[in-house]
C-alpha cells in the first residue's frame, strides 16, 4: 500500500496523520483533492463513525483508506460532547452563540465558548480525548484495521495557547501541565489520542504487511 486518501477535511487533523505516515513512506492524499464528499455521520460511537467514512472515500477513490473520529469526552457532562464534538455549539444553541457574533468566530471558538457554558458551575472538570482510527483496504473490507487512542486531562475555566485546534486551549494535560494548545506539535503527536492511534495503527500494518 503506497497510497492512501484521508476520509477527513479537518486541517488540523490531516497535519497530524500526515506527520506521521510519511514515515511508513505512504503517499497521503486528502479526500478533498479527489473531489470526495464528506460522509454523513449517523452513528452513536466513534468507531461505527469512522467506518462509514473510510468506506465512504474508499467507494469513491478506488483506494486504501483511513478515517479518524474522535472527541472529547467530558464527565461532568456525562461523556458529551463526544461524537458531536465538532458540533456542539450547534447543539447547545442553534440559533447561534449568544455571547458574540456568530458570524464573526469560527466554529472551534464557538465549541470552546459552548464548552465552558455548559461546564459553568460544575467541579467534575476531569476529561479525555479519544480517537479511533480505522483503515480499509478497499469499500467492502472484511477485516478493517482498526487502532484507539486516549488522551486524559481536565477542562480548565479559560482558555490558553495558541497551538492545536478544536478544544486544545481549555484541555490541560497533567503529565505537562500545559493544554493542548501550548505543547510543541512533537510532544502532542507523542501524547495525544491520534499520536497513540496512529503509533497503534502503524504496528499494525507493519504487522500485517499491508
Avoid at 440559533?95 to 471558538?109: H, L, M, S, V, Y
Avoid at 484507539?148 to 497533567?174: K, M, Q, V
Avoid at 512533537?186 to 502503524?202: F, T, V
Wanted: aromatic fraction near 6%; glycine fraction near 8%.
Amino acid at each position: 500500500m503506497n497510497k492512501l486518501v484521508i476520509a477527513s477535511n479537518n486541517q488540523g487533523k490531516l497535519r497530524e496523520i500526515q506527520a506521521l505516515l510519511t514515515l511508513l513512506n505512504i503517499e497521503v492524499l486528502p479526500q478533498a483533492s479527489l473531489n470526495i464528499s464528506e460522509a454523513d455521520e449517523p452513528h452513536f460511537t466513534f468507531i461505527e463513525n469512522a467506518l462509514a467514512k473510510a468506506r465512504h472515500a474508499s467507494l469513491h477513490s478506488g483506494l486504501a483508506a483511513l478515517a479518524d473520529d474522535s472527541g472529547l469526552c467530558v464527565e461532568g457532562l456525562q461523556g458529551r460532547p463526544g461524537v458531536y464534538s465538532a458540533r456542539f455549539a450547534d447543539m447547545i444553541n442553534p440559533d447561534g452563540c449568544a455571547e458574540t457574533n456568530a458570524d464573526k468566530i469560527n466554529r472551534d471558538e464557538k465549541n470552546n465558548l459552548a464548552l465552558l457554558s455548559a461546564l459553568a458551575g460544575q467541579s467534575n472538570r476531569s476529561a479525555y480525548y479519544y480517537c479511533a482510527l480505522v483503515l480499509v483496504r478497499r469499500h467492502d473490507d472484511p477485516q478493517p484495521i482498526i487502532a484507539e487512542g486516549i488522551w486524559s486531562g481536565e477542562i480548565l475555566t479559560a482558555t490558553r495557547g495558541s497551538n492545536g485546534f478544536g478544544y486544545d486551549p481549555l484541555f490541560l494535560d497533567l503529565s505537562h501541565h500545559k493544554t493542548g494548545a501550548e505543547l510543541s506539535p512533537d510532544i502532542k503527536n507523542k501524547i495525544s489520542h491520534r499520536g497513540q492511534a496512529l503509533q497503534q495503527l502503524m504496528i499494525k500494518i507493519k504487522a500485517l504487511k499491508v
